[in-house]
């Protein structure tokens, strides 16, 4: 794990193309309209059926401002009031899923997202802990990994003592930047003696694991001042870190409009940035475990990857993939088994539909045999840097290099150029290939050439 990324500048220069993340495959731009409440319904009873255990991914959607680089599902208001009429929908929702399962299938992994879950007050906090435990078999012993995302700035020692009463015990802080000339470019001002208060109360209150998020790429940062918030970052001895690639779309997300371009930094400066990263990260002890993730050598990631049992799914990277994945709240995505389904992104679509007691589901997809099996393939590259063609022939009863024949110039090409070595018996990524995976994951994506590759971030 030494040598785990190698930079190439060459081959950044030619694999750095636009692509998905692949925390699916297919991915959400392939879901439609056809998939609905029956199909989630159908899909739980297997689940009910299987006693898989579950993972539940909680949507809180509302901000008291908006930064202006987000891409979220976000509602921003100051109106603390609004959270309660969606809270209302969302246990109805809680407890119409919950019907539909095993009160013994027991809950691995719980995690709040947003927008910002500490928009919610303590009181308002406690009532949804209470509801999913009354519906759902959530575990007692701290056993379970139960996280939740924080800005530092809505949240102070008395609320982390709250979380960790409520069962959380991994938190993933929103720092972004500490430049305050960026910080003001993006509306997100936010000291480092704030982040560090939160840092403190997660350690003192024995929190499992913190995770702190970063991104480069935006307005006015230079190598030099992100190197600065790096090593700030790396004093505070995350586990985790997120190093994220600013991707500037402002005919998609409408607040990125109110960022000046003129003041984005430049392609060049961009891999600076990157590169002086993972230098300081890797120098620091930090491991890189792919698509922008790095974590300490015993963080459960990194031992997940070195024993190759990573997966990845809409959480991200995940020791548990083998859970089924339950999205609840506005703009929630499951993945249960074979169906992934999305509830509507429209607050008062999403309200309105619990209102009349139905599921607001309403896309998705239902994979099919070629899905399961190019999903496999893409899943072992994207955690484990390698595949093991018989594994993938025995599961699926294929010839690998017979069934994806088509495939195999573009493979020698990245064999030639060192992303990959391409052998008889495997693929394995190579340190020079690592930050380009997905480049290596999108040769076996058969949706790709339809879409409107606009719709993605770079790889870099």
């Known amino acids: 794990m030494l040598d785990a990324i190698r930079w190439d500048s060459d081959l950044i220069r ?53 930064c202006y680089y987000c891409a979220c599902n976000k509602v921003i208001t100051k109106d603390r009031g609004r959270a309660q009429p969606y809270l209302q929908r969302l246990e109805q929702e809680i407890q119409l899923i919950a019907c539909h399962l095993d009160p013994a299938q027991t809950v691995e992994q719980l995690h709040f997202g947003g927008g910002t879950p500490t928009f919610l007050s303590h009181d308002e906090l406690r009532q949804l802990m209470a509801h999913l435990r009354k519906h759902f078999n959530l575990l007692n012993d701290d056993s379970g990994d139960y996280g939740i995302e924080i800005d530092p700035r809505e949240a102070d020692w008395s609320t982390m003592g709250l979380l960790r009463e409520l069962g959380f015990n991994r938190v993933s802080i929103g720092l972004q930047d500490l430049d305050p000339a960026v910080q003001r470019a993006v509306n997100r001002l936010q000291s480092l003696e704030e982040t560090r208060a939160v840092i403190d109360a997660a350690r003192t209150l024995q929190f499992r694991s913190i995770n702190i998020d970063l991104i480069y790429g935006l307005p006015k940062q230079t190598p030099d001042n992100f190197a600065r918030t790096v090593e700030e970052v790396i004093s505070l001895q995350p586990d985790r870190l997120s190093v994220f690639n600013y991707a500037h779309l402002p005919e998609r997300f409408m607040p990125q409009r109110r960022i000046n371009s003129s003041e984005l930094p430049s392609p060049a400066h961009k891999l600076e940035m990157l590169q002086r990263t993972i230098e300081q990260l890797t120098a620091a002890g930090y491991r890189y475990i792919g698509m922008d993730h790095f974590a300490l050598p015993d963080d459960e990631l990194a ?158």
């Not at 056809?34 to 959607?61: E, I, M, N, W």
């Not at 991200?316 to 609840?328: A, E, F, Q, V, W």
């Not at 599921?359 to 390698?386: E, M, P, W, Y």
Request: with cysteine; hydrophobic share 40%; net charge neutral.
């Open 303 to 460: 031992i997940a990857q070195e024993e190759q049992t990573l997966q990845r799914n809409f959480q991200g990277y995940t020791t548990h993939g083998h859970c089924d994945l339950i999205g609840l709240g506005v703009s929630a995505i499951s993945q249960i088994g074979d169906l992934y389904c999305q509830n509507s992104s429209d607050l008062n679509a999403y309200q309105n539909s619990l209102a009349s007691a139905q599921l607001a589901t309403s896309r998705g997809l239902v994979c099919n045999a070629d899905d399961r099996l190019r999903r496999a393939v893409i899943q072992q590259l994207i955690c484990n840097f390698k595949l093991e063609l018989a594994e993938i022939e025995q599961q699926f009863n294929i010839d690998f290099q017979g069934y994806f024949g088509a495939l195999w110039p573009q493979l020698q090409g990245m064999a030639e150029d060192g992303l990959i070595r391409l052998e008889r018996e495997r693929i394995e990524v190579l340190p020079a290939g690592r930050l380009l995976v997905r480049s290596v994951c999108m040769v076996f994506d058969a949706y790709l050439e339809q879409q409107n590759r606009q719709r993605f971030s770079r790889v870099i």
């Open 14 to 66: 030619r694999y750095d193309l636009a692509g998905p993340r692949y925390t699916s495959y297919p991915t959400a731009v392939q879901f439609h309209g056809q998939v609905g409440t029956f199909d989630l319904f159908h899909a739980l009873r297997d689940s009910r059926k299987a006693q898989r255990p579950l993972s539940l991914y909680v949507h809180v959607p509302f901000c008291a401002n908006i």
